[in-house]
């Protein structure tokens, strides 16, 4: 495979669909739009991106723009960096967004972590999930929430997050769990858990030294001092999420941060995409392929989190109401992405229905963890650091 140069007809790639606008549910429509374009090939024969636009006021924006581009051209931190470097501050239209620092985490994995399955769970898909339809839904949660418990807890965004998700994960269990149980209908805080689930997320974790916003110019020039702006730059990390019910919601969150502590300044990110450059140097695309396929079978999950601008943005002219990355081909029946942006934390969930049915139940769990984490901080009076 080899990227050949084209003349780019930009009628190709914008799709401006005729929509009614006095539809019964636009966010539904918008939901089955964007779930069945998982289920159409991109076309080769042009290059690899798509832009849909649809006029159609939802509940949370005037219209909505539905980036479709093939992993093959970026990762998720260059083609956020793509979308980014064509905003400009509202406040300001002539200035980039700005985005906070971001420290780089690193990893560690014990050798049975590394070498085991993941355990048969509701939230695990089985073989052949890469290839089936994806749906996706978002919530959008406060940022000062988020922030509130970082600086109570003198802690990172990035450990509150997963701290979120392994409350949120083990409370949608349980319920799934509990369902099948002969009782019928089982009360969140009864305890319906199997024992020792090995559950695992493979993170994705942005190589790249130099973080930030660029300019187009500046990523795209010869004499650009990004080197690796374009393509895909990622490593995986192996991290196991706790699923348990927890008496005190501050556990999921002290537990999420001695589990990532132990994971950092470690070369496991590195490693993964130096043997992942080796292979597909030395046996090709396919090798490479299934090695991937394989190693991202064996866990439940991915996961990862996109630092955004500060500030609100505006998209040629136009105000961003909020972003929502995601992605879909890959062996997991979930995939959680959070996505900071301006106040507000989107939280993007990828699954496949037939696994996982009722995904805004699962957006309902960990919306309803940040709040009882947040709850549990204030009426433990932590003080800030």
């Given at each position: 495979?080899?990227?050949?140069?084209?003349?780019?007809?930009?009628q190709?790639?914008?799709?401006v669909?005729?929509?009614?606008?006095?539809?019964?549910?636009?966010?539904?429509?918008?939901?089955?739009?964007?779930s069945h374009?998982?289920?159409?090939?991109?076309?080769?024969?042009?290059?690899?991106?798509?832009?849909?636009?649809?006029?159609?006021?939802?509940?949370?924006?005037?219209a909505?723009?539905?980036f479709?581009?093939?992993?093959?051209?970026?990762?998720?931190?260059?083609?956020?960096?793509?979308?980014?470097?064509?905003?400009?501050?509202?406040s300001?239209?002539?200035?980039?967004?700005?985005?906070?620092?971001?420290?780089?985490?690193?990893?560690?994995?014990?050798?049975?972590?590394?070498?085991?399955?993941?355990?048969?769970?509701?939230?695990?898909?089985?073989?052949?999930?890469?290839?089936?339809?994806?749906?996706?839904?978002y919530?959008?949660?406060?940022?000062d929430?988020?922030?509130?418990?970082?600086?109570?807890m003198?802690?990172?965004?990035?450990?509150?997050?997963?701290?979120?998700?392994?409350a949120?994960?083990?409370?949608?269990?349980n319920?799934?769990?509990?369902?099948?149980?002969?009782?019928?209908?089982?009360?969140?805080?009864?305890?319906?858990l199997?024992?020792?689930?090995?559950?695992?997320?493979?993170?994705?974790v942005?190589?790249?030294?130099?973080?930030?916003?660029?300019?187009?110019?500046?990523?795209?020039?010869?004499e650009?001092?990004?080197?690796?702006?374009?393509?895909?730059?990622?490593?995986?990390?192996?991290?196991?999420?706790?699923?348990?019910?927890?008496?005190?919601?501050?556990?999921?969150?002290?537990?999420?941060?001695a589990?990532?502590?132990?994971?950092?300044?470690s070369?496991?990110?590195?490693?993964?995409?130096?043997?992942?450059?080796?292979?597909?140097?030395?046996?090709g695309?396919?090798?490479?392929?299934?090695?991937a396929h394989?190693?991202?079978?064996?866990?439940?999950?991915a996961?990862?989190?996109?630092?955004?601008?500060?500030?609100e943005?505006?998209?040629?002219?136009?105000?961003?109401?909020?972003?929502?990355?995601?992605?879909?081909?890959?062996?997991?029946?979930?995939?959680?992405?959070?996505?900071?942006?301006?106040?507000?934390?989107?939280?993007?969930?990828?699954?496949?229905?037939?696994?996982?049915?009722?995904?805004?139940?699962l957006?309902?769990?960990?919306?309803?963890?940040?709040?009882?984490?947040?709850?549990?901080?204030?009426?433990?009076?932590?003080?800030?650091a």
């Amino acid at each position: 495979m080899k990227w050949n140069p084209t003349i780019v007809n930009l009628q190709d790639h914008i799709i401006v669909p005729n929509l009614d606008p006095n539809m019964e549910s636009p966010d539904q429509f918008v939901e089955d739009y964007i779930s069945h374009l998982t289920t159409i090939p991109m076309d080769l024969c042009k290059p690899l991106w798509e832009v849909h636009l649809l006029n159609l006021k939802t509940s949370d924006a005037e219209a909505i723009g539905v980036f479709r581009i093939h992993h093959s051209i970026g990762d998720g931190a260059s083609l956020m960096s793509l979308l980014l470097a064509c905003t400009r501050k509202t406040s300001d239209p002539e200035a980039l967004p700005s985005i906070p620092e971001q420290r780089r985490a690193g990893s560690s994995t014990s050798p049975h972590q590394m070498g085991s399955v993941d355990t048969k769970t509701p939230l695990k898909g089985a073989f052949g999930v890469d290839l089936k339809p994806k749906r996706f839904v978002y919530r959008s949660v406060s940022m000062d929430d988020i922030k509130l418990i970082k600086n109570k807890m003198n802690i990172t965004i990035n450990d509150v997050i997963l701290g979120i998700t392994q409350a949120g994960l083990s409370r949608y269990l349980n319920r799934e769990y509990g369902e099948n149980e002969k009782d019928g209908e089982t009360k969140q805080n009864k305890i319906i858990l199997p024992k020792s689930i090995l559950l695992r997320a493979t993170v994705l974790v942005n190589l790249r030294p130099a973080l930030g916003i660029q300019t187009l110019a500046d990523l795209m020039g010869k004499e650009s001092k990004v080197k690796w702006g374009w393509g895909n730059r990622i490593g995986y990390l192996v991290l196991p999420f706790t699923i348990s019910l927890q008496d005190d919601p501050l556990n999921y969150v002290r537990q999420a941060k001695a589990t990532i502590d132990r994971k950092k300044r470690s070369l496991e990110p590195f490693c993964t995409f130096q043997i992942a450059k080796l292979v597909l140097c030395t046996l090709g695309v396919k090798v490479g392929a299934a090695i991937a396929h394989r190693f991202l079978s064996n866990t439940t999950l991915a996961f990862s989190n996109v630092v955004g601008p500060v500030e609100e943005v505006s998209f040629y002219g136009h105000p961003l109401a909020f972003i929502a990355p995601s992605v879909y081909g890959h062996p997991h029946a979930l995939t959680i992405h959070f996505q900071s942006y301006s106040n507000k934390m989107t939280i993007v969930l990828a699954v496949d229905v037939d696994v996982i049915p009722h995904p805004h139940k699962l957006c309902d769990d960990l919306e309803q963890s940040l709040k009882l984490i947040k709850d549990a901080v204030l009426d433990n009076g932590l003080d800030a650091a």
